[in-house]
């Protein structure tokens, strides 16, 4: 009987002659700044001017301190905090920077990151994540993760974490 299909991300513990898809791994390309959509939720890449009042208001809601627990940024102060942080993230590539969009208000609520790509490797990470009180525990989060992950694997990756 026939082995059934190897995945690429299958490559350890098969005999020889099923490591051949191993062998032909020619990496994956580099995620791009684009909107990923769905229905409840559009992640849009990270932008200071459209971005940093809303999500001042996300980050600074009741609540804030446990939400920047595990994040190595702060709280932001004021909108001028925000601002600095978001057009700083903004304009990086590794972390690569989306804003969480609710569809519903056309807020965005959250913001999450691709980063430690390895393109090499095929694989990625989703971390840096901050979601508002609006989002948080919402289909509008759990779509964000998945509009991610689809994203990253439609690109060829074999391996995604999520961290915090």
């Known amino acids: 009987m026939p082995h ?3 995945w690429p991300s299958d490559c ?11 062998s032909d791994w020619q990496g994956a390309p580099a ?7 769905g229905t409840f939720t559009a992640l849009v890449p990270l932008d200071a001017a459209q971005h940093t ?6 980050a600074t809601a009741p ?6 627990r595990y994040l190595f940024d702060e709280v932001p102060a004021n909108p001028a905090a925000q601002h600095a942080w978001t057009e700083k993230a903004a ?9 969480v969009i609710d569809k519903v208000t056309g807020r965005a609520e959250g913001r999450q990151a691709l980063m430690r790509t390895s393109t090499a490797h095929g694989v990625t990470e989703i971390g840096s994540i ?20 689809d994203y ?12 915090r």
């Open 12 to 22: 350890y513990n098969k005999p020889q002659e099923d490591q051949r898809v191993c």
């Open 91 to 99: 304009a990086g590539q590794d972390p690569l920077f989306f804003a």
């Open 53 to 58: 009042q809303t999500l001042f208001e996300a």
């Open 4 to 6: 059934p299909p190897i």
């Open 152 to 163: 990253v694997f439609a690109l060829g990756y074999r391996r995604l974490e999520w961290k």
């Open 31 to 37: 995620p791009e700044r684009k909107r990923l959509e």
């Open 63 to 68: 609540g804030a301190e446990a939400r920047f």
């Open 130 to 149: 901050l979601w508002g009180p609006a989002i948080a525990r919402t289909r509008v989060a759990t779509e964000a993760l998945f509009l991610m992950a």
